[in-house]
């Protein structure tokens, strides 16, 4: 079956314009989550959803930061104000059920602020 | 300060043979351990993980790993690796299998 999709895949603005980035997961996956990567580094987990609710969004890392999930499916990660520093590729990925469950992540949003 | 640590950042190795990929940690319990692999152009995936039980974990395309708590240790091993193996390996590890404190990443080359 179709795997996490996110788009747009490339996404460049200017600092200080808002951005959204989609996520799609894997159809009946009640878990999501946004994580960052940046160049040269490991993954910082940003947000958890369990159905339409985030358990836990002590990941993200200021009030420009925002996540819904609606209909627990698609959910939708938004930057405002991008600062240069948000230049990273923003990776969703999606389990059955949470807890111990396998993630299977998406191919992930570079994100580059100008 | 809790760490992972992957030592080496691109390891070159010859197609056919084998493979250790290096991961220390720094935590104040067992935590859980996951390998994830990136491939250019594809997501994460998971190869392996350890929450409990065998310290030899078994994971898929060929790789195992191999928890030795006495070194905080979890180092990923393939006996003999595939041009298609090439690609970012990331050791990960935490309380969950979310909240993960993430290596830096190890680049694998396979040389023909």
């Known amino acids: 079956g179709a795997g996490v999709s996110q788009s747009p895949s490339n996404k460049v603005t200017e600092k200080g314009k808002d951005v959204e980035l989609r996520c799609d997961p894997i159809?009946?996956?009640?878990?999501l989550y946004w994580y960052r990567q940046s160049l040269g580094q490991g993954l910082e987990f940003l947000i958890y959803f369990q159905g339409n609710s985030a358990p836990d969004k002590s990941g993200l890392p200021s009030d420009r930061f925002s996540a819904e999930r609606t209909g627990g499916s698609v959910s939708t990660l938004t930057i405002q104000r991008t600062q240069q520093e948000d230049s990273a590729v923003y990776l969703c990925?999606?389990?059955?059920?949470?807890?111990?469950?396998?993630?299977?992540f998406g191919p992930g949003t570079r994100l580059t602020v100008l | 300060a809790q760490s992972v640590t992957q030592p080496d950042i691109h390891i070159t190795v010859s197609e056919g043979a084998s493979l250790e990929l290096r991961c220390n940690y720094s935590y104040g319990a067992t935590p859980y351990l996951f390998w994830y692999v990136q491939s250019p152009g594809q997501g994460l995936q998971l190869l392996l993980k350890?929450?409990?039980?065998d310290t030899l974990v078994q994971g898929i395309k060929g790789f195992e790993a191999e928890f030795k708590r006495s070194q905080s240790s979890f180092n990923l091993r393939k006996p003999s690796v595939h041009w298609s193996d090439a690609a970012e390996y990331f050791c990960?590890?935490?309380?969950?299998?979310?909240?993960?404190?993430w290596g830096a990443g190890t680049k694998l080359i396979i040389k023909p």
């Open positions: 990960a590890v935490g309380p969950s299998n979310y909240q993960l404190i």
């Open positions: 350890y929450f409990s039980g």
């Open positions: 159809s009946g996956h009640t878990a």
């Open positions: 990925a999606s389990s059955l059920v949470g807890g111990k469950d396998t993630q299977y």
